[in-house]
């Protein structure tokens, strides 16, 4: 089992609508949550970070931890085509602080 | 402008060459990654170093080879023994955030092709 998880989509939503990027994890050490969006041949660029459960809100976008679950999640309200990106998932563990742990990624598509 | 360069954007080498691919950064970060990304696996950490002069394996390490003697460059070399280094390389540098945990920064990436 990959430490941490993410459906990798392709997921294609009209202009407008609520998005869900969920990823789950294994470990348990897992600390810090990070929401990374990378743009086609780019490279990725950080949009959220949060380190307790709950939700942490940024604009259209809302980041959700569930520690109890292994699980995190991040909302996008009122889509706009120029979030057509790949969504990463990322995660440091407190007893490795030096890596960060990425998921594979979802790929979004918002459709004008 | 603040950030991270990589060059060349894209290259293409015959197998066995080895290959070196340049990463500069001018944010001051003392920390610094190499990742590579294939289509659905993510990024995976080949090297990295947290200060100049020393540097430690990720998760991928062999078939590559890093040098950090500068604070601001930390290159990659792709030897002939990477068996699949077709890929999308990435170098990124980190700062620490409030609370803990930190940043990375990332570069534009360099694709390498090799036939």
């Known amino acids: 089992q990959k430490e941490v998880e993410q459906d990798p989509g392709p997921l294609s939503v009209p202009e407008g609508a609520i998005v869900s990027l969920n990823c789950t994890y294994s470990n348990s050490a897992f600390q810090y949550f990070m929401w990374y969006r990378q743009y086609s041949r780019k490279g990725p660029e950080l949009l959220m970070y949060?380190?307790?459960?709950g939700n942490k809100e940024d604009g259209r976008f809302t980041a959700q931890v569930d520690k109890s679950s292994k699980y995190i999640s991040l909302f996008i309200r009122d889509s706009q085509p120029s979030d057509s990106a790949t969504y990463l998932c990322a995660m440091i563990a407190r007893t490795s602080y030096d890596k960060v742990i990425f998921g594979p990624g979802t790929s979004l598509s918002v459709i004008p | 402008d603040g950030g991270i360069t990589q060059s060349p954007k894209y290259l293409f080498r015959k197998e066995g060459q080895n290959v070196t691919l340049s990463c500069e950064q001018n944010l001051n970060h003392d920390a610094m990654y190499w990742y590579r990304q294939d289509p659905g696996q993510g990024l995976r950490l080949i090297y990295y170093?947290?200060?100049?002069?020393?540097?430690q394996k990720g998760d991928i390490a062999e078939g590559y080879s890093v040098s950090r003697e500068k604070k601001e460059s930390f290159p990659l070399t792709v030897t002939s023994a990477q068996k699949n280094p077709t890929a999308f390389y990435l170098c990124a540098s980190s700062r620490v955030l409030g609370g803990g945990g930190y940043e990375q920064y990332f570069g534009p990436g360099t694709r390498l092709t090799v036939t």
């Open positions: 170093s947290q200060i100049v002069n020393d540097f």
């Open positions: 949060t380190y307790s459960s």
